[in-house]
C-alpha cells in the first residue's frame, strides 16, 4: 500500500509535496517534489523508468496530469530525467534544465515522438543561464538556484521563497530508505560522507554554495535522496560540514590516476 505524499507546506493556494517511496527494486530511494502555486504547477526530478507509472498515477490524484506546467531537472542524470520522453508524450509541461545539457536531453527521447506526435524535445526545454533565473509559477516565483559542480557541470537547485524550501538536489543527500528529518546530525553524517567526498566537485565549490545559501531565508534543506534538514539548528550543521569538507578534487592524486593492472 503506497503512503500518501509528505505535505512539506500548505497554505491553500500554495503546496509542497513529496513523494519518497516510488521508487522500488534496484533502484536508490529518492524523493520527487511537487509545486503548486494556484493553477500551475512544477514537478522536480521526476526520475526514471521505475518512477513514471507510480509518479503519475500518485499526481493524478492532485492535478491534472496532461496539464502539468513545468518539470524541472536539476542535472541530466537517469535517476533525474531519463522519462523525459513519457513526460513530453503525456503532459504538456515545459522542460526546465541547464542550458548546458539543453542539447544533450533530445537524446533521452525516441525518434517516435517527433515522427508520430509531432513532438519536438528541443523547442519544449527552457535552458536556464550559469547563473539561474526566476520562474514564474501561479503568483509566486520559484527561483532556479546554481549549484554547478554540485554534482554535476550545470547543476541547478529550486529555492522556493514562499515555503522557505531549499530542494537542494544531490546536496545533503543520503542513501537510507527514510525521508524523515535528520534529528541527529552526527549520527546522519556516516550517511553522506562517502557520497560527498566522491560526488561534490571541491571545497571550493561548496563554500561558494554554503555562502549562498547562508544570504537566503531557508526553513528546510530537502535532497533528493533521503532525510531533509529542517531548522536552523540542523541547516546550520549541514552547512558548517559541507563547507569544510574535504572531496572530489581536494582529494585526488597520482595513486587515482594510473593504468589498470
Ligand atoms: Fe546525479
Known sequence: MRREPIVLFDNGAHQCLMFDDLVSGDGVQSNQFLIIDHDEQLLLDPGGDLTYTPLSLELSKFISVQDLTYIFASHQDPDIIASLDKWLLHTRAKVICSKLWARFLPHLTAN????????????????????????????????????????????????????????????????????????????????????????????????????????MDVEMIVPQHGRPFVGQEMISAFLYWIENLECGLDLMGPQDYQLPR
Not at 514562499?162 to 543520503?174: E, P, R, T, V, W
Not at 546530525?185 to 557520497?195: I, K, R, S
Not at 560527498?196 to 571541491?202: Q, T
Open 112 to 215: 517516435y515522438l517527433a515522427i508520430s506526435h509531432g513532438i519536438s524535445t528541443y523547442d519544449r526545454i527552457i535552458a536556464l543561464p550559469d547563473r539561474g533565473q526566476s520562474i514564474p509559477l501561479g503568483k509566486c516565483q520559484l527561483k532556479a538556484v546554481p549549484a554547478h559542480f554540485l554534482h554535476s557541470v550545470g547543476n541547478f537547485q529550486i529555492y522556493d521563497p514562499l515555503s522557505k524550501i531549499l530542494f537542494s538536489g544531490d546536496m545533503g543527500a543520503s542513501l537510507v530508505e527514510d525521508a524523515t528529518p535528520v534529528a541527529d546530525f552526527a549520527a546522519h553524517l556516516p550517511h553522506m560522507e562517502g557520497f560527498h567526498k566522491r560526488y561534490m566537485a571541491s571545497n571550493k565549490i561548496c563554500r561558494l554554495w554554503a555562502a549562498m545559501v547562508r544570504q
